[in-house]
């Protein structure tokens, strides 16, 4: 990733971008929005390689979660210390799954 490109996110139906004045009134288009936690970097290229390869497919009924995604989460548990994990509003039964997985 490259952390250092600006990207520019006007004109994209972004929150942070296109509708502070919707949350704060006229003018506040001249803010800086750090109102919201919306990140202006792209997502890595891993990722948008998987999610074209899915759009290529056409089709996007429900689908069911299978043994590759349930790897990938542990793994990511299993590898991310848990000072990095923090937990929100509904969130609590991740929390204890999370640390029911690290014990």
């Known amino acids: ?9 006007n004109n994209t139906g972004s929150v942070k ?5 919707r949350h704060f009134g ?3 288009g001249k803010l800086l929005p750090m109102w919201v936690s919306d990140f202006d970097f792209a997502c890595p ?3 948008q390689a ?3 390869q ?3 497919h056409g089709v996007f009924g ?3 979660r299978d043994e590759a995604y349930f790897n990938a989460l542990l793994h990511w548990f299993f590898v991310t210390p848990p000072a990095h994990v923090k937990t929100g509003m509904g969130m609590q ?5 999370y640390q029911g997985w690290r014990s």
């Open 1 to 9: 990733m490259d952390f250092n490109q600006i990207i520019n996110r």
């Open 17 to 21: 971008w296109d509708f502070i004045e």
């Open 26 to 28: 006229d003018g506040a």
């Open 45 to 47: 290229p891993e990722v």
């Open 50 to 52: 998987a999610l074209h």
């Open 54 to 56: 899915r759009i290529e």
């Open 62 to 64: 429900y689908s069911e």
């Open 93 to 97: 039964r991740g929390k204890a799954s």
